[in-house]
């Protein structure tokens, strides 16, 4: 049998890259004689082994060719007899479709240097649609590369188009999708991930409520950038540039939904978009089943994000209500996560990039407060179940005035 490294990790090596995971593929050999190696076998589906002792992933060299809709709809052949070069025709993109030995000889039949070269990130074969996830993948690949000068050929972005169009994407399970757009939300420039789904029609499709925010005006004065769409992504490319985690990023994605559902007699404004958007943020979050603190933040950042924006002129009770919707007192980071989505708000805006957000620590010290009241001295002084969360709102809420007085 001959083993060769293949995909990301020949791909990352030739680009200068760290590599992590290492991917290989075995040729010419048999199930029995991997297991006879002590190989661990994945799954039912896939001719795919652990390693027994790195723990890497092993894959029998195989054709696939589909056989009906969805993901399910593969039939695999795997055998001695299928050589590197079949192997490698069947992947996605020629930059994942060479392969190396242990003398780091390269395999190479579809010009994946040739691309790396050239920066593009192009399809091997037709048989690129056999799995509409690709068509994510690309679109992931094309936010990390970014930065290194890569974008998707025009033939690729054809074949991603035609794929969006013929109803495929559908076919994806939310956990597949999800994995997707949770890594390319992670990348340094997220926003490319978004555009280039737009770009082939898949964003229609999967997103429909953020794709529908492209061609709807904001007020100029607190938008220079107008397109809600265009804003959006700024917002999102911010939280990346802060680093800020997925829950964050996600929450940027989604915050400005209800934007998307406002009369056109009433553009460029958006009254109640907070929660008119609400509905549409749980659809998304739902229809990928995102994890539940992604849910959340999405959910709170979009009721509340205007809040925010106005904490200085907030009354003190209603900075309190806030602080309870968020659960501070339990949930301190949650609020962080808040008040950082509304920060990037406020910057994803043309020319407002660099603009100072006192909100973020006048929030801070509000919450800050309200904490400090303690429990214990109205124990003693006796109050118990109902009487003692008034009493202790009450104190929050003066703890808040005096906040509000000396800030
Ligand atoms: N692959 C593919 N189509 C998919 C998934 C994977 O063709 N839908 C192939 C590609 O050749 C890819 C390899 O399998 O390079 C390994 O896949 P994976 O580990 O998911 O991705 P990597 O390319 O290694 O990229 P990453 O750095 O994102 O893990």
Redesign the pocket.
């Known amino acids: 049998m001959q083993i060769y490294k293949?995909?990301?990790?020949v791909?990352?090596r030739l680009l200068g890259i760290p590599v992590?995971?290492i991917?290989w593929v075995v040729v010419g050999a048999t199930t029995e004689e991997m297991l006879a190696k002590g190989f661990r076998p994945v799954g039912a589906d896939f001719p795919v082994f652990l390693h027994p002792k790195s723990g890497e992933e092993y894959a029998l060299a195989r054709t696939e060719r589909k056989s009906g809709r969805g993901y399910g709809g593969f039939t695999f052949h795997a055998s001695p007899e299928v050589t590197l070069e079949e192997d490698l025709i069947?992947?996605?993109?020629t930059i994942?479709?060479m392969a190396e030995d242990d003398q780091q000889n390269l395999t190479d039949p579809y010009h994946g240097q040739q691309d790396l070269k050239d920066r593009l990130l192009r399809h091997v074969s037709p048989a690129f649609a056999e799995?509409p996830?690709?068509v994510l993948?690309v679109a992931?690949?094309a936010a990390?590369y970014a930065g290194l000068g890569f974008t998707v050929a025009p033939q690729t972005l054809e074949l991603m188009r035609q794929l969006a169009d013929s109803g495929e994407l559908q076919a994806l399970t939310a956990e597949r999708s999800w994995k997707e757009i949770s890594?390319a939300l992670m990348e340094d420039q997220p926003q490319i991930f978004i555009e280039v789904l737009r770009e082939c029609g898949a964003l229609k499709v999967l997103m429909p409520e953020v794709d529908a925010l492209f061609g709807v005006p904001q007020p100029e004065a607190h938008h220079p950038e107008i397109d809600t769409g265009v804003h959006t992504l700024s917002v999102l490319q911010q939280s990346a540039l802060h680093k800020l985690p997925l829950t964050v990023r996600w929450a940027c994605l989604l915050h400005d939904l209800g934007k998307g559902l406002t009369p056109t007699e009433e553009w460029p404004r958006h009254i109640a978009h907070e929660h008119t958007g609400l509905k549409l943020i749980k659809a998304v979050n739902e229809r990928f089943k995102a994890p539940k603190d992604c849910q959340e933040l999405a959910l709170l950042v979009g009721q509340y994000h205007t809040h925010g924006h106005r904490a200085l002129e907030l009354k003190p009770s209603t900075l309190l209500e806030l602080l309870q919707s968020f659960d501070v007192y339990r949930r301190p980071q949650r609020f962080e996560e808040f008040i950082a989505a509304c920060e990037m708000d406020a910057r994803g805006r043309k020319g407002l990039e660099q603009r100072s957000y006192p909100q973020a620590d006048y929030l801070r010290g509000a919450a800050a407060a309200a904490r400090g009241v303690a429990v214990q001295p109205l124990l003693e002084q006796g109050f118990k179940g109902p009487e003692l969360g008034e009493a202790i709102k009450r104190e929050r809420l003066k703890a808040i005035k005096a906040y509000k007085e000396h800030a």
Not at 90 to 93: A, P, Q, T
């Open positions: 293949v995909g990301g990790a791909r990352d992590t995971d991917d069947r992947r996605d993109l994942n479709a799995d996830l690709r993948r992931r690949f990390r890594r």
